[in-house]
């Protein structure tokens, strides 16, 4: 919870301070890398923001690289469908 708690206040930051930094708060982008993926794919589906794209490289949840049944259980569990279109 530490390390979800960890990117929930870098994102906090980043929504507080989007009028200092020019940027439109309706669309704030995440990236992570590996275990970082895993971290921002778990604080965006507890958060109230919804972000205008998640991009999870190497993480968990990479979709693209994975095939069989444990994708299309993670996509049934997460997107609510198997359908690989959605995503």
Do not use: K, N
């Not at 009028?19 to 439109?24: I, K, N, Q, T």
């Not at 109230?48 to 049944?69: K, Q, T």
């Amino acid at each position: 919870d530490v390390q979800i708690d960890d990117v929930s206040a870098a994102a906090e930051v980043w929504s507080r301070e989007t009028p200092r930094f020019h940027c439109d708060p309706a669309r704030i982008s995440m990236l992570g890398f590996s275990a970082g993926a895993s971290l921002m794919v778990l604080h965006a589906g507890a958060s109230a923001h919804a972000y205008h794209r998640l991009v999870s490289v190497y993480g968990a949840l990479d979709f693209h690289r994975m095939s069989g049944r444990r994708v299309e259980l993670l996509l049934g569990m997460l997107l609510g469908t198997r359908d690989r279109r959605v995503w």
